[in-house]
Nanobody
Framework: QVQTVESGGGLVQAGGSLRLSCAAS????????MGWFRQAPGKEREFVAA????????YYADSVKGRFTISRDNAKNTVYLQMNTLKPEDTAVYYC???????????????????WGQGTQVTVAS
């Protein structure tokens, strides 16, 4: 079992920045790739970014490439999502998730993830 707790969400003006954090506990953190997903009202949950177990590989949705950066600190059992140049369409609940999957093809599919946090709200005002 892995528990994840997200933090860092809030209200920001368009063009601003936020950094989300996800603290993990439970099983060995480095056994899991970590991902961020988001869900806006009335929409399906969508992939945002993922990072491999070592942190050496990262994956991004096209909609956030160049604006968001995912990273992890394995010494602190924490994964981060730095979000810059935020847009109103980035407004959503952001979820952190853990997966034992190792292939790149699995990183952007929600069903590949075994453990999910409760989410943190990000609201971008225009």
């Amino acid at each position: 079992q892995v528990q994840t707790v997200e933090s860092g969400g809030g209200l920001v003006q368009a063009g601003g920045s936020l950094r989300l954090s996800c603290a993990a506990s439970g099983r060995t953190f480095t056994n899991y790739a970590m991902g961020w997903f988001r869900q806006a009202p009335g929409k399906e949950r969508e992939f945002v970014a993922a990072v491999s177990r070592s942190g050496g590989s990262t994956y991004y949705a096209d909609s956030v490439k160049g604006r968001f950066t995912i990273s992890r600190d394995n010494a602190k059992n924490t994964v981060y999502l730095q979000m810059n140049t935020l847009k109103p369409e980035d407004t959503a609940v952001y979820y952190c998730a853990a997966t034992r999957a190792v292939t790149a093809q699995a990183m952007d599919v929600p069903y590949a993830y075994d453990y999910w946090g409760q989410g943190t709200q990000v609201t971008v005002a225009s």
